[in-house]
C-alpha cells in the first residue's frame, strides 16, 4: 500500500466520521422513531468504518519499509540465473556456482619434418612433446567445468568450495579448485583453505572476465610459482577507497605431493594515484617469492640434501594443445624471488593493462651463476558498444564489462561488444650465447616467446559470452645439445628448436 493510498483512505475515513457525527446530531430534531432508525444506521456504519481503520493500521505496519526481517525467514533469488539462498537477516546465504569454458583451435604451421631434421621441440625430456611441437593439435577441449557453492556462516564468516571436473588442455581427473573459509570480523580479512591468492594485475581478474581467454605467458608462468588454483594458503586482504593490500603463506597444490612441502609468500600492493568522473589510474607492486622449494627426494645430509627443482615453462597462451614451446627445465634451486611492476588506465570504454616481470633464481649448492629471468605485456580493450570495464579496489582488478542491453533479437539488442590486443614477451633465456655455438657453464637456453594477438569479445548478457581470437606467436630459442630432449631427438648445439605460427580460437563460456 502506497504513501498516497494510505493518506487517501484516512482522509475518506475521517470525513465519513465527521458525517457520521453530523448526522447523530441532526437526528436530534427529528422524531424519536426516525432519530433511532437513523441513529442505529450511522452506528453501523460507524462500525464498518472503524474496523476499516483498524486493517489500515495493520497494513500500514506490516509496510515492507517498517517491517524488520526475521533471521527464521527464507529467501530465494535467481539473478543472473545463480541460484541463491539466505535467511531474512542475511547472516547466513548459499549461492550455487556453475563455470563452463569450451574452446576450438587452428593452429597453423609449417608441416611437419622427420626429427632428425625438423628440430622444432617443446619441452626438455618430453618426447611427447617433441613429436606434437611439429604439429600442433586443432580441435576442441572443455578448458574449465567447475561447480560449487560460496555464502556466508553467521554474518561474519565467507565461505567458497568449487570443485573442478577437469580440462586445462588435456581430460584431466577431478581436483578441488577451491575450499576457504574467511572472517572478516577484524580490520583485515582472513582467508584460509585451498584457492588462487592473487598474485598479479592479470591474475586479479576473475578467469571469467579476463580480457583473453588465457593469461598473458609470463603472468600465467609466476602466477604457478606459489599461487595458482587449488593452493594451500592463509591469506590477509584488506583495502581502502584507492588502495588495496593482500599477503599470504602458500604451500603446495592439492594435486602436489612432495617429501617436504613448498613454502611460497605472495604479497601485492596497489593505489588509484588518480580518479576522476568515468577514469581512474592504476599503479601496484607484486611479489611472488618460494622460500624454499619442495624437496623431491629423502633430506641425506650425506649426499648434500634432496634435490629442490624449480621449472619455469608454458604454452603458447592457449591450451587446446598442452606443448610447452618454452622451458628452463629442472633447476636445483635454494629459492626464487619474482617482482612484478604494475600499470593500468580506464577511460570510460577504453582501458589499457600493462605489468613488468624479474624473475631471480638462486641455485642450491652451486658456484655456477644464479639466472635471471624477465618478462612483459601490454594490453588494451575498447568496448564498442559503450560500456566500461569494472574496477573495484576489494580487488584491484579490471573485469569484464557488463551489458547494459543484454541481448535479445526481438528487441534489436546486440549485450555488449569489445576489440581487445595484447603483446607479450616471455625470455627464460640465460647466457644464452648465439645461434650455433655450444652453450656456457650454468647457460639455461629456455628460450623466448613473443605473442601478437587480437580479439573480439562478445557479451551477450551475465551468463553467456563468446570470444575469438588470432595470436602470432614467435619462439626463439636454441638447442643444448646433448641429451636435453630425449635420446636420439635432440639436435645439435646451437640449433634453432623454435617455431613461427599462427593461432585462431574461439571459446564458449556460459558462467552463473
Known amino acids: 500500500m502506497t504513501v498516497a493510498k494510505t493518506a487517501f ?20 430534531t427529528t422524531s424519536p422513531d426516525d432519530a433511532s432508525a437513523r441513529i442505529a444506521a450511522l452506528e453501523a456504519q460507524l462500525a464498518a468504518l472503524q474496523k ?74 618430453d618426447a611427447t612433446e617433441n613429436d606434437r611441437a611439429r604439429d600442433l593439435s586443432d580441435g576442441v577441449n572443455v578448458r574449465r567445468a567447475r561447480f560449487g557453492i560460496e555464502g556466508k556462516v553467521f554474518g561474519v564468516f565467507d565461505y567458497n568450495m568449487v570443485y573442478d571436473f577437469g580440462g586445462s588442455g588435456t581430460e584431466e581427473a577431478g581436483k578441488i579448485s577451491s575450499a576457504w573459509l574467511q572472517y572478516n570480523g577484524l580490520p583485515m580479512r582472513v582467508r584460509a583453505g585451498f584457492y588462487p591468492h592473487p598474485t598479479s594485475l592479470e591474475d586479479a581478474a576473475s578467469f571469467t572476465g579476463s580480457l583473453f581467454p588465457e593469461r598473458a605467458s609470463v ?9 595458482g588454483d587449488g593452493r594451500a594458503t592463509i591469506g590477509v586482504f584488506n583495502n581502502g577507497e584507492r588502495w588495496t593490500f593482500s599477503a599470504a603463506v602458500t604451500g603446495n597444490t592439492v594435486t602436489t605431493q612432495t617429501f617436504d612441502e613448498q613454502l611460497g609468500f605472495i604479497g601485492r600492493f596497489s593505489v588509484v594515484p588518480f580518479k576522476g568522473d568515468g577514469w581512474l589510474v592504476h599503479t601496484g607492486v607484486n611479489t611472488n617469492l618460494v622460500i624454499h622449494p619442495a624437496k623431491g627426494g629423502p633430506d641425506v645430509a650425506a649426499t648434500g640434501g634432496a634435490v629442490t627443482n624449480l621449472r619455469l615453462r608454458d604454452r603458447p597462451e592457449l591450451r587446446v594443445d598442452g606443448t610447452r614451446l618454452i622451458d628452463t627445465g629442472n633447476i636445483d634451486a635454494d629459492s626464487l624471488n619474482a617482482i612484478g611492476l604494475e600499470f593500468g588506465a580506464l577511460r570510460k570504454n577504453v582501458f589499457v593493462q600493462a605489468e613488468y616481470f624479474d624473475i631471480k633464481v638462486k641455485r642450491r649448492n652451486s658456484t655456477l651463476p644464479d639466472p635471471k629471468f624477465n618478462g612483459w605485456y601490454v594490453q588494451a580493450g575498447w568496448t564498442l558498444t559503450g560500456e566500461s570495464r569494472r574496477y573495484t579496489t576489494a580487488t584491484a582488478g579490471f573485469d569484464a564489462p557488463r551489458p547494459a542491453k543484454p541481448f535479445d533479437l526481438k528487441k534489436g539488442d546486440w549485450g555488449a561488444i569489445e576489440l581487445a590486443a595484447r603483446y607479450s614477451n616471455f625470455d627464460l633465456d640465460y647466457l644464452a650465447g648465439p645461434a650455433g655455438s655450444a652453450p656456457v657453464a650454468g647457460a639455461i637456453r629456455g628460450g623466448e616467446q613473443n605473442i601478437l594477438s587480437l580479439g573480439v569479445n562478445w557479451y551477450l548478457n551475465p551468463v553467456v559470452s563468446l570470444s575469438a581470437a588470432y595470436r602470432n606467436v614467435e619462439v626463439k630459442r636454441l638447442s643444448p645439445g646433448g641429451l636435453a630432449f630425449v635420446a636420439g631427438a635432440t639436435p645439435p648445439a646451437g640449433a634453432q628448436v623454435g617455431q613461427d605460427l599462427d593461432i585462431w580460437s574461439v571459446r564458449t563460456q556460459y558462467v552463473f
Open 9 to 28: 483512505r484516512a482522509a475518506l475515513i475521517a470525513g465519513a466520521s465527521l458525517l457520521v457525527t453530523a448526522g447523530a446530531a441532526s437526528a436530534q
Open 52 to 125: 476499516q481503520v483498524s486493517d489500515l493500521k495493520a497494513a500500514t505496519a506490516a509496510s515492507p519499509k517498517d517491517a524488520k526481517p526475521s533471521p527464521n525467514t527464507t529467501s530465494v533469488s535467481l539473478a543472473n540465473g545463480r541460484p541463491t539462498f539466505s535467511t531474512g537477516d542475511g547472516a547466513f546465504s548459499a549461492s550455487l556456482r556453475g563455470f563452463f569454458q569450451a574452446d576450438a583451435a587452428l593452429y597453423d604451421q609449417s608441416a611437419a619434418g622427420p626429427l632428425a631434421t625438423d628440430f622444432r621441440r617443446g619441452s626438455f625430456g
Open 219 to 227: 603472468a600465467e608462468t609466476v602466477r604457478g610459482v606459489a599461487g
